[in-house]
């Protein structure tokens, strides 16, 4: 299968300092990535939608310059999270589909990266 | 957008019975249902998947159901092991505004020996 790669998978942190996470898919290009937030022992939030070569796409009640993204390439998401606080620390993994923009229903599995635990002090 | 709910939140069963998951959907324009089974500290993976346009799929102990017309489907585990024990969402993909996908608030299932 798809294979996508994020780093770091831990980063722990100062309060008020920022912290980048870096998504990639490895073997397939992806026009479109996928943030999720992972609360211990609760689901996957979908925080926004980056695509390349636009802005991302933030779901409702995501702070658009909290967490900043970035889709730099046809390979390469990030996910900044600025001026981090104690309430940020948690478990961020990204996602993309390897079928990019597919809309036949036979296609769109989700790969994920491994995720990146952030502990913020 | 798309609200996917799951039950129950936990489930302990024996070894050797089997288990089910039920999940919800709200928008009819979803049409793409995965399970993910993730273990902790590590990334979900995919177990099982069914399209809207089928309305069960099986895959040796796996199987899933989807009814449309009610917005929902379920998971079914047979003959259960120790090693499915884990967390497993659900998941609904909506078909417009980039294909996002929407996950149930998972399942913690623990297999008893």
């Known amino acids: 299968g798809a294979v996508v790669s994020q780093h770091p998978s831990w980063v722990i942190c100062k309060s008020g300092t920022s912290v980048k996470i870096e998504c990639r898919s490895l073997?397939?290009?992806?026009?479109?990535m996928f943030w999720y937030r992972q609360f211990p022992k609760q689901s996957l939030m979908l925080m926004a939608t980056?695509?390349?070569?636009?802005?991302?796409?933030?779901e409702q009640g995501v702070e658009k310059d909290k967490f900043l993204i970035n889709h730099a390439s046809l390979t390469l998401s990030t996910l900044t999270v600025t001026s981090a606080h104690p309430e940020d620390s948690s478990f961020y993994i990204c996602?993309?589909?390897?079928?990019?923009?597919?809309?036949?229903?036979?296609?769109?599995?989700?790969?994920f990266g491994e995720g990146s635990r952030l502990t913020v002090l | 957008g798309e609200n996917v709910e799951q039950h129950p939140s936990t489930l302990s069963v024996q070894e050797g019975d089997s288990a089910v998951i039920k999940c919800t959907y709200s928008?009819?324009?979803?049409?793409?249902f995965p399970w993910y089974k993730q273990e902790l500290g590590k990334r979900p993976q995919l177990i099982i998947d069914?399209?809207?346009?089928?309305g069960e799929k099986k895959d040796q102990r796996i199987a899933v159901t989807l009814n449309k017309t009610a917005k929902h489907f379920s998971l079914h585990i047979t003959e259960t092991q120790p090693e499915d024990s884990a967390v497993y969402f659900c998941?609904?993909?909506?078909?417009?505004?980039?294909?996002?996908?929407?996950f149930g608030s998972g399942t913690k299932l623990n297999v008893k020996p």
């Open positions: 996602s993309a589909p390897p079928y990019q923009g597919a809309t036949d229903a036979n296609t769109g599995e989700l790969f």
């Open positions: 980056s695509n390349e070569g636009s802005k991302a796409t933030y």
């Open positions: 928008d009819s324009a979803s049409n793409y």
């Open positions: 069914i399209r809207s346009n089928v």
């Open positions: 073997d397939f290009q992806a026009t479109t």
């Open positions: 998941a609904a993909r909506v078909l417009y505004n980039f294909n996002k996908f929407y």
